[in-house]
């Protein structure tokens, strides 16, 4: 069936030189659309695209410098860095959310031996960042197997990148981890505030403590590694642009760091004696050493304590939970714990008394185990002692309460002069320590604050007579509104209580070594410093810190020269309620004992010490929560951190004294 | 037209076989020469990704020049005797590779896997279809009215492209309809029929990709089309798997700029452009070779376009001219679409780039289809010879 050729050969469509023609018309108008298109991209805007491009392929990876050691006065380290493997995760480089992204986790996670679900909250909590190349921490001192495995089979774990890092490291452990503050990412509210301006999210900051305070010295300055990467975040070139990273400048502080190590031994050496005394445990306690002369701090510390390496890299929830499980681990007692101060108190009552006119040194009073005011409202001697009538030295020696009881219930009479030499000696107000927060303040009662604190509460709590719906379980709110205060108006029991350190009084350990250096150093309250100066990582000057400060009050020599015997006695005379830890002491100490009475619990130990050494001088303020007698916790810490600060063989020696 | 010479032929063969050897020699030379370049440019894009694509796709170059020169030594007209063949081939080959064929990125199966090199049925089946269609349009285009003809040819042409959409392989499909559509036009039918086919392949489209997702038809075709469309629409993580090869290319391509980074391009060659070698390799050609480069290589497309036209106007017989019209439908949609995708004026579909794509189907399928055009313009200029009809370039 094979045809003719010219059979075969069908007629030409006589318009196809028109289609053609059209064909060609619908081709070129293609050609013209592509043409254009790529003119705009390539031409027009191709910069923004070259640009973007470079972003895409040479990735910055900031490498983070090593932060500035923290020394003591010495030069010893209190804390510096090491170099530790980390396991890290560039978000942007993770395949995408799904099975795939699930799969690395697993297998990362199995690699690691953490859970997935760790990973990815780690990874979606800092997702957010918005150079999104910052690499997010995902473990550090990762072992070493670990380590190798991933590094070498990067194809298993695009996204995941492994390299060294710096690491906070702090030789002492627990010994000042509260001075010395904690480390933690820079939240989304820090970002924003001054002094974290310009620090990339993902930067790890102080974030408490002197961490937290000299934050813009210690930081030092990321470099960044310029490295061309592939699709999959693997770089493919050598590494280009490196700006090596500045390290942070070094804190020198004024610490001592014997002085620091020998506080947390004594006051860990009184928490284990206390059952003896108490038959309970001493949950905590809380120690500061100043030189009066100069308002630098010798040594600072509070415990429970933590390890402070625990926080030098992501924290585990575990061990959070079980540094926040251990009594408030992460107060610092020594500036914002607030306790009454039991006798500790009574130099302050004195030189009131004395400013006021109402005692002189001659003044003879407190005869009697009590002392009764009105018809109700009885005082008395610790165990009942009758030291019958003694002057303001003897008092002071013995603790006399009875005498500083009529001092307080003569006062009430006059116009609040234990408050006003409280206040002048800064108990009330916040000491301004070079610590975030600057120390609590604490709270110098008087009438005033009675009033205040019934006001605020029945705003706060009450409807009327009634407490608001919030309130509506509390018995406290309940009778509080019906009565419409909280506490009954100010007493002369309560000036009579506060005269002995007890009522609403409350200061810290920092603000009762603050007060006795104003004391003893003849009316320079000051406002303590622990940084010193910034040096370079080398070691050079960079900068002298702010000396501390003060300020002068009056300071009568003839009642400061009064306390002083008093406190001395305390100390040193056979009387003395600390003799028995300081009567052999080889140096002259003054101090004073305290017991803070709480109701349904043991006593809080309380001892603040002076020693005066020309070329030494020292203040030491201990408290031990449920320690007991001042002279059974407090004061022979404060004698085995005395020992230490002048050189002599430590011993734990403690008195029997019961006065408070 | 013009009288012939030979007026009784003998033994029943066409007197332009018979010509002298001289002119049998018909080579166009530009188009030669403008293919040859686009493979030289597909070698030099591929040498800055893949030194054993460069070396691999050189291969196949040289394999379909070689194709392209035996081919336009046939008469072309022989093939019209073979169109059912041709046919089952075509079908038979898209249902094996359905059946056994193997996955490409994991999704599609487009190839059958034969040891040496993986075959895609898809991408020959276009040559095969075209010359079907002009043959089917040839033979019956005396005995139906252009409405039969019409509804004959969509028919027959659906059948592989809804075959090769199951794939799933949309580029392909939409290449056998825009080829399809090309030839019909270029046997004169009326445009009334050609509109209405038109607006039913709108509807099938908007059918396919809209209705599609409801009934399990592959979901990263239409994600892609939605993403393309509102990428609002899209959850980001999925934005970042449909919109990703695209935003990537259109970065690529802008870095550029007018002469190319040259071998600093590092955005495809690091992989950040996905198919970086066949689907996306404009974006590789245009990161490197900027916006001259991508001109010099869009011409030389144009050339061959403008050649091929010509040859569908010269041909000697209706059947060279609908298959010449049919390969200037699929050069140009290939070319208008790949590159269309790559400068995000069309979602991606996943087309080839004719000659510079790595891969083996599409170069052979690519030089079938320029061998075709060769021995159509060689008949064209025998016959002009035997004929005395006035060819000009």
């Known amino acids: ?660 | 037209m013009a009288t012939t010479v030979i007026q009784t032929p003998k033994q029943g063969r066409d007197p332009a076989t018979l010509a002298p050897r001289a002119i049998r020699i018909g080579l166009d030379p530009i188009l030669t020469v403008a293919a040859i370049a686009l493979g030289v440019a597909s070698i030099v894009t591929l040498g800055g990704i893949s030194h054993a694509q460069m070396v691999r796709q050189g291969g196949y170059l040289a394999v379909g020049l070689v194709a392209m020169v035996v081919l336009s030594r046939f008469d072309y007209s022989r093939l019209r005797e073979l169109k059912w063949g041709l046919y089952v081939i075509l079908i038979g080959a898209i249902l094996v590779v359905i059946a056994i064929g193997k996955s490409i990125g994991g999704i599609s199966t487009r190839s059958i896997g034969i040891s040496v090199f993986s075959f895609q049925a898809s991408e020959v089946g276009k040559v095969l279809l075209i010359v079907f269609l002009a043959a089917f349009v040839v033979d019956s285009s005396r005995k139906t009215t252009g409405r039969q003809l019409v509804a004959r040819v969509m028919l027959l042409a659906l059948v592989p492209t809804m075959l090769v959409i199951a794939e799933p392989d949309l580029g392909s499909g939409l290449v056998y309809i825009a080829a399809a559509f090309a030839v019909l036009y270029i046997a004169g039918v009326e445009a009334k029929y050609l509109a209405a086919v038109l607006a039913l392949g709108v509807a099938a489209l908007a059918l396919v990709l809209g209705v599609g997702p409801l009934v399990g038809f592959h979901t990263y075709q239409a994600e892609r089309l939605t993403a393309f469309l509102d990428p609002g629409a899209v959850p980001a993580s999925q934005i970042k798997s449909a919109l990703y090869q695209q935003q990537q290319s259109l970065t690529a391509i802008g870095a550029g700029q007018k002469f190319g980074l040259g071998s600093v391009a590092t955005n495809t060659a690091a992989n950040f452009v996905p198919l970086n070698t066949t689907d996306f390799i404009f974006a590789a050609l245009a990161e490197r070779f900027g916006f001259a480069g991508a001109a010099v290589v869009l011409s030389l497309y144009a050339l061959i376009i403008w050649r091929a036209l010509r040859i569908v106007a010269a041909a000697k017989n209706l059947f060279g001219a609908l298959i010449a019209a049919g390969i200037v439908a699929m050069l140009a949609f290939q070319v208008f679409v790949n590159v269309g995708v790559a400068v995000d004026i069309l979602p991606v579909t996943g087309v080839t780039l004719p000659l510079l794509s790595y891969g083996g189907s599409s170069v052979l399928t690519t030089f079938l289809a320029l061998g075709l055009l060769q021995s159509i313009h060689a008949q064209a200029r025998i016959a002009a010879g035997t004929k005395g009809r006035v060819l000009s370039f």
């Open chain 1, 1 to 660: 069936m094979i045809e003719s050729p010219l059979q075969r050969r069908a007629p030409l469509p006589p318009q196809l030189t028109r289609r053609v023609g059209v064909l060609g018309i619908v081709v070129v108008v293609m050609f013209g659309v592509i043409g254009f298109r790529l003119w705009y991209l390539q031409v027009l805007t191709g910069t923004q695209n070259a640009a973007r491009a470079t972003a895409l392929v040479v990735r910055p990876i900031a490498i983070q410098p090593p932060r500035g050691n923290i020394l003591d006065s010495h030069g010893n380290l209190l804390a510096g860095y090491r170099v530790a493997p980390q396991v890290a995760i560039v978000a942007d480089d993770l395949p995408p959310v799904g099975p795939a992204r699930r799969l690395v986790y697993r297998r990362l996670a199995r690699v690691l031996g953490i859970g997935w679900a760790h990973i990815r909250a780690v990874v979606d909590d800092t997702a957010i960042a918005p150079p999104g190349y910052a690499p997010t921490d995902v473990m550090d001192d990762v072992p070493q197997r670990a380590w190798v495995y991933i590094g070498e089979r990067k194809s298993l774990f695009p996204g995941v990148i492994v390299r060294q890092v710096y690491v906070r490291h702090y030789p002492e452990g627990d010994v000042g981890a509260v001075v010395l503050g904690q480390l933690g990412q820079i939240t989304t509210q820090e970002l924003t505030q001054s002094p974290f301006k310009g620090i990339a999210a993902g930067t790890v900051v102080g974030q408490s403590g002197l961490e937290a305070t000299y934050q813009a010295y210690l930081q030092g300055t990321p470099g960044v590694d310029h490295v061309d990467v592939d699709a999959a975040g693997y770089p493919i070139a050598a590494k280009s642009n490196t700006k090596q990273p500045v390290p942070g400048d070094q804190l020198s502080t004024s610490l001592d760091l014997g002085l620091e190590r020998e506080g947390y031994i004594a006051v860990d050496e009184a928490r284990a004696r206390a059952p003896q005394a108490t038959g309970q445990a001493a949950p905590a306690a809380a120690f500061v050493a100043m030189d009066p002369t100069t308002g630098r701090v010798l040594a600072l510390g509070s415990v429970p304590s933590y390890n402070a390496n625990d926080f030098a890299t992501p924290i585990s929830t575990g061990t959070f939970d079980a540094i926040k499980a251990e009594d408030h681990a992460l107060v610092d007692r020594a500036i914002d714990g607030l306790y009454p101060t039991g006798s500790t108190f009574k130099p302050i009552t004195a030189l009131g008394a004395l400013n006021a006119g109402l005692i002189t040194a001659q003044t003879l009073q407190g005869t009697g185990s009590c002392v009764t005011f009105g018809t109700t409202q009885k005082f008395c001697n610790s165990g009942g002692s009758n030291y019958g009538d003694v002057d303001l030295v003897g008092a002071l020696t013995q603790s006399v309460d009875t005498y500083f009881y009529k001092v307080g219930a003569a006062a009430n009479d006059s116009s609040d002069p234990i408050q006003s030499e409280a206040r002048a000696l800064g108990l009330g107000s916040s000491p301004g320590i070079d610590l975030p927060g600057g120390g609590s303040a604490g709270v110098v009662p008087d009438a005033a604050y009675i009033r205040a604190l019934n006001a605020q509460y029945v705003a706060q709590a009450c409807a009327g007579s009634h407490p608001k719906p919030a309130y509506a379980k509390s018995q406290l709110a309940v009778t509080a509104c019906s009565q419409g205060y909280l506490q009954p108006a100010w007493t002369i029991g309560q000036n009579v209580l506060l005269a002995t350190g007890q009522g609403f009084l409350l200061a810290s350990p920092l603000q009762m070594a603050v007060a006795y250096s104003a004391i003893v150093n003849g009316g320079k309250v000051w406002s303590p410093k622990i940084g010193w100066k910034i040096l370079s990582p080398s070691g050079a000057l960079v900068q002298q810190l702010p000396a501390p400060t003060y300020r002068k009050i009056a300071l009568n020599p003839a009642y400061q020269a009064l306390v002083m015997a008093g406190l001395h006695g305390a100390a040193q005379s056979p009387s003395g309620t600390s003799y028995a830890t300081f009567g052999s002491f080889p140096r002259t100490i003054y101090g004073k004992t305290g017991t803070a009475v709480h109701t349904g619990q043991p006593d809080q130990s309380w001892y603040v010490a002076y020693a005066p050494d020309p070329r030494r001088p020292i203040v030491i303020a201990v408290t031990v929560e449920r320690g007991g007698f001042g002279a059974a916790a407090a004061a022979p810490a404060a004698r085995l951190m005395l020992s230490q600060w002048f050189g002599l063989p430590k011993h734990w020696v403690a008195g029997t004294s019961t006065d408070l």
